[in-house]
Nanobody, 114 residues
Framework: QVQLVESGGGLVQPGGSLRLSCAASGSINGITAMAWYRQAPGKQRELVARISRFGRLDYLPSVKGRFTVSRNNAMSTVSLQMNSLQPEDTAVYYC????????WGQGTQVTVSS
């Protein structure tokens, strides 16, 4: 079992920045990848960024060059630095960990609005 707790969401103006963090606890030794997903109202949840234990990075095309995912060596924390935020980035952002299954945090709201 892996427990995930996100922090760092909030309200930001277009063009602004936010940093999301996710702290993992429990069976973290078996985590093979961590990721950030988001879900906007009326839309399906989508993968935003993913980083594997071996450092492989995957990004949603619309956030490439604006968002950066990073983790610590122990795979106990994963962060998402979000720059040049746009209204279409507004969503609930979820932390995800893969460890013989998929574990989710409770989500944190990101709202981009003037």
């Amino acid at each position: 079992q892996v427990q995930l707790v996100e922090s760092g969401g909030g309200l930001v103006q277009p063009g602004g920045s936010l940093r999301l963090s996710c702290a993992a606890s429990g069976s973290i030794n078996g985590i093979t990848a961590m990721a950030w997903y988001r879900q906007a109202p009326g839309k399906q949840r989508e993968l935003v960024a993913r980083i594997s234990r071996f450092g492989r990075l995957d990004y949603l095309p619309s956030v490439k060059g604006r968002f950066t995912v990073s983790r610590n060596n122990a795979m106990s924390t994963v962060s998402l630095q979000m720059n040049s935020l746009q209204p279409e980035d507004t969503a609930v952002y979820y932390c995800n960990a893969e460890n013989r299954g998929s574990y989710w945090g409770q989500g944190t709201q990101v709202t981009v609005s003037s």
